[in-house]
């Protein structure tokens, strides 16, 4: 009695489920960054150095591997260029992370409060999270939850990327 509801409902409902995208591997980080480019037949030529330096920056992270790109090629196109290389990426790397700390890393650690960011802080500095004022461990435990932090084993976390672990470190100096 329903086939036909269901049948017409389905795609928008597949639409809006969550996947999952993991890491890119490094040839998939390769297509990401050329394939959108020669869709549209744009005239940069990205090198292999420069994509061989995204991915070893971004460690194939979906989201990452896009911003970055993005302010690549705007930054590429500014100045009229027809091939990228490492050294382009290594020159312009600290604006980009500044504005992507701008952009996703801010929101992030403005979510955590003030003693999930010293746990924060004090995983970015490899230290262990008993040293917080507070109850480390539990915080660690709502900071997993928040996605920011990844248990590794028992009592020890890493931040989830080491992008954002550069954010919280530079963070502190401020």
């Keep these: 009695m329903f086939e036909a509801t269901r049948d017409v409902s389905e795609p928008m409902t597949r639409f809006f489920e969550r996947v999952p995208v993991g890491p890119f591997t490094r040839s998939d980080t ?3 960054i050329r394939e959108p480019l020669r869709s549209i037949h744009y005239p940069l030529n990205i090198g292999e150095s420069a994509i061989d330096r995204i991915y070893d920056q971004t460690l194939g992270h979906p989201y990452f591997v896009s911003f970055v790109m993005r302010e ?3 930054l590429a196109a ?7 290389d490492e050294a382009f990426v290594d020159m312009h ?5 500044e504005r ?4 996703k890393f801010a929101a992030e650690w403005h979510q955590a409060t003030d003693g999930e960011r010293e746990v924060l802080e004090l995983v970015a500095q490899n230290l262990p999270v008993s ?3 507070r109850s480390g461990t539990a915080l660690a ?5 928040k996605g920011l932090l990844s248990k590794q084993g028992r009592g020890q976390y890493i931040l989830y990327h080491p992008l954002f672990a ?4 530079r963070s502190q100096k401020l």
Excluded: P
């Excluded at 435990?141 to 939850?145: E, K, P």
């Excluded at 550069?166 to 470190?169: E, K, N």
């Design 72 to 74: 690549l090629v705007d």
């Design 100 to 103: 992507l700390g701008e952009e």
């Design 131 to 133: 040293h917080a004022k």
């Design 78 to 84: 500014a100045q009229n260029l027809m091939v990228m």
């Design 30 to 32: 390769a297509e990401a």
């Design 93 to 97: 790397w600290l604006a980009i992370t």
């Design 141 to 145: 435990a709502r900071l997993v939850s």
């Design 166 to 169: 550069d954010y919280v470190l």
